[in-house]
């Protein structure tokens, strides 16, 4: 069996063959497209034979792509946590040889850090939510635009929502120098376009939340509607791969970094291990479910209990692992969200 670490930049792939007993066979590079890849697997089966072979790859932009071609010509191809890599085999000297050897002998050790790999529908729908959060920030940054223009020239906003029908009136009605005039003009149908975009896409999430009973049963905790219920079933993928509610928690990133040595018990900042736009979508919906019945009570008492400055920040970090465990619970349970039901399972 041959063990091959692969270092991943934008120009080549940079890889080191070793054998079972820690020999190295080759170091060498090929260009990262399809036809370099198709070159790499030739050259070591003429080198070597037909032998098994294990690649092993840091997770980055571009990973995915090498996995999933290495694995179309027999290759078995692991994808390694970053930052776990660096904790496990840390490093004097840093360079591309010197990567692609380190992940070579983590395959040879059996110690490589895998993460898992979502499948194609995971990953489709993963980039549905993402381009329209990505278009939706971008919108909110052309009305900020506008505002900070009228407040510049001394333009009160005497309405609710400036880009409603009362609001587009007033605007139409300004009369702004130029260059000004010509950037609100433009920006204005920047956002009708982006308006449209949004809404397909919103449309498409609802055509999908609509034929997914574990997306219907994530709508019933507090604060998730269609669109969040839709972002974490994709962000989350498999439930059954988290053995715990904690775990969930964890992969969130949503939990303060531990500082332990003796009788010193330190908690720092957030890990923020996982998705940002998991913990994104879990923040939301404790934002919302900071208002709900439920969960208005121990929310107020956080924020008391810690104060104007910090308290409602974390409040809503602890609210949002209080959802996390809900949604595991429902998940694994595949039942309606019912508190006293998830309280006693988590107890």
């Known amino acids: 069996m041959l063990h091959v670490g692969m270092d991943l930049s934008r120009k080549r792939l940079d890889i080191h063959v070793m054998d079972e007993s820690g020999n190295t066979l080759e170091v ?13 697997v030739k050259h070591v089966t003429s080198s070597f034979g037909s032998v098994p072979v294990i690649g092993v790859i840091e997770s980055m ?22 930052r776990k890599v660096k904790g496990i085999a840390p490093l004097a000297c840093k360079t591309d040889k010197i990567d692609s050897w380190v992940l070579a002998e983590l395959s040879r050790r059996d110690l490589v ?29 052309l009305k900020n635009r506008i505002h900070s223009a009228l407040i510049a020239f001394g333009h009160p906003c005497p309405v609710s929502d400036l880009f409603g029908t009362a609001g587009l009136a ?4 300004l009369a702004l120098p130029e260059p000004w005039a010509a950037d609100l003009k433009a920006a204005l149908a920047l956002i009708e376009i982006l308006d449209g975009q949004i809404d397909d896409l919103e449309a498409e999430v609802h055509r999908a939340v609509r034929k997914s009973p574990e997306m219907a049963l994530l709508m019933s905790i507090p ?22 509610a904690k775990k969930l928690c964890g992969y969130s990133g949503l939990c303060p970094r531990v500082y332990q040595s003796g009788g010193a018990d330190h908690r ?22 900071a208002r709900h019945p439920i969960y208005r009570d121990r929310y107020q008492r956080t924020t008391k209990r810690l104060g104007r400055q910090r ?11 209080a959802i996390a465990e809900a949604i595991w619970h429902v998940l694994q349970e595949k039942e309606p969200f019912a508190p006293i039901l998830v309280e006693a399972r988590a107890a």
């Open 113 to 141: 850090p895998a993460i898992w790999l979502p499948g194609q529908a995971v990953r489709g729908a993963r980039e549905l939510a993402r381009w329209r959060l990505h278009l939706v920030h971008h919108r909110s940054a």
């Open 223 to 244: 604060g998730i509607g269609f669109i969040l219920a839709y972002t974490i079933m994709s962000e989350v993928g498999d439930i059954a791969r988290f053995a715990s």
């Open 170 to 173: 007033l605007l139409g009605r």
């Open 311 to 321: 308290g409602k920040k974390v409040a809503r970090v602890e609210l949002a692992r």
């Open 28 to 40: 060498s590079a090929f260009p990262p497209d399809r036809d370099g890849l198709r070159h790499l």
């Open 61 to 82: 932009n571009g990973a995915r792509f090498v996995h999933d071609q290495l694995e179309l010509s027999g290759w078995t191809v692991e994808i390694a946590d970053a």
């Open 268 to 289: 720092g900042s957030l890990s923020k291990n996982g998705p940002r736009y998991l913990r994104w979508a879990l923040i939301e919906a404790a934002t919302t479910a």
